[in-house]
């Protein structure tokens, strides 16, 4: 009996692991609020001198079952040979890639613990603006969701009243014919589809189907908000890897890939070849970022004062940080400006309601009035 129930299992474990791997391709891996711990944990483990193997050793009792599998992969991995970055890019889409790089580099320059508490407060910061969005919208979209439990209400009602006679038509709420219980579930099913259809197109946009930052981008980055939010949280993250690329003596040619890369933003990204290129070719930071012409103005200019005055790693961090801070800010308007369109929405919803019920009722009586 034994004998045939250890083959089954061991043949379910490769299985479920590799859903779970799909899973984090797609929605990602690590929350954001255990990555920052993560980074913490790492950075004080090593800036005490802990040795690496005991730090993960410790990651393998905590956190998540996925995130003690982990730990436990990493630990053979480092052992069998490969770096600290190594070992975190060979477990798939758990780490974000952002990570992976900073970690990669600060090997090079010897300096893993600044990295990760670097890393963590960054991720600190990206927690806290998500949280903040998130508290914006979250009473709008209740107060949708509450519109539409009282839309489908009186699509509900609406089926219960009946025509006087035969020639008369029964009073129709909505004016647009959806009536009881199968009124309810077309709307309900049209409502699925389009919010469907939406979160697609979202899920999409955000994972560049087709190459669609390349066209999208330039014409939402001049969009008041929204453009501001995309095209600052790309310059910061941009403005942080370089920094830190810099600061860890990696070469130019690979900060300027990295960095590019880290920015998520394909738009941008397209200019790598160029931009490299310009590198190789002996030009400096500011001429190659700019050497594509996808990036502002504004920040080509700042990049090519740090240049000037010797400090460009610093200079960098300083814009990192002055560019967070201005994409945390448009990221709050876009919330407040998301809840605003969402109640002007439900404000719509009510007032068409009321002028449908309004004329359905100045209907009857009209008829009424006229013996109809």
Request: proline residues 3%; aromatic residues 8%.
């Amino acid at each position: 009996m034994t004998s045939t129930s250890i083959p089954a299992k061991a043949s379910s474990q490769p299985d479920k692991s590799t859903n779970v791997r799909s899973m984090e391709r797609v929605f990602g891996g690590i929350s954001l609020k255990a990555l920052e711990a993560f980074c913490r944990r790492m950075s004080m483990g090593l800036r005490s001198g802990v040795d690496l193997l005991r730090i993960l050793g410790l990651e393998t009792k905590t956190g998540t079952a996925r995130h003690r599998e982990v730990a436990a992969n990493m630990i053979d991995a480092l052992r069998n040979g490969n770096t600290l970055s190594e070992s975190m890019g060979l477990q798939g889409y758990y780490f974000p890639s952002l990570l992976v790089k900073m970690i990669d580099a600060g090997e090079h320059a010897g300096g893993m613990d600044r990295t990760f508490r670097e890393m963590a407060d960054y991720y600190q910061d990206l927690k806290q603006t998500r949280s903040a969005f998130i508290s914006q919208i979250t009473f709008p979209v209740i107060q949708l969701c509450l519109a539409f439990a009282i839309a489908c209400g009186v699509i509900l009602i609406n089926g219960f009243f009946k025509a006087g006679s035969p020639q008369d038509k029964p009073l129709d709420l909505t004016g647009i014919g959806l009536r009881g219980v199968s009124g309810m579930m077309i709307f309900m099913s049209i409502s699925a589809v389009f919010c469907g259809t939406l979160a697609v197109v979202a899920f999409g946009i955000w994972k560049n189907w087709f190459g669609c930052h390349k066209t999208l981008v330039p014409l939402v980055r001049n969009v008041p908000v929204i453009g501001t939010a995309l095209t600052m949280t790309a310059l910061s993250r941009l403005s942080m890897t370089l920094s830190m690329m810099l600061g860890a003596g990696v070469d130019a040619k690979r900060s300027v890939r990295d960095a590019l890369l880290s920015t998520g933003n394909y738009y941008y990204i397209s200019g790598l070849e160029k931009t490299t290129a310009a590198i190789v070719k002996g030009k400096s930071f500011a001429e190659a970022l700019d050497a594509p012409k996808l990036l502002p103005e504004e920040f080509i200019q700042s990049v090519e004062v740090g240049e000037m005055s010797g400090s460009d790693s610093e200079s960098l961090e300083r814009m990192a940080v002055v560019y967070r801070e201005k994409a945390q800010l448009a990221l709050k308007q876009f919330a407040i400006m998301a809840g605003f369109a969402v109640w002007l929405f439900i404000a719509a919803m009510i007032i068409t309601a009321i002028f449908m019920i309004f004329f359905q009722i100045l209907q009857v009586y009209s008829n009424a009035l006229s013996g109809k």
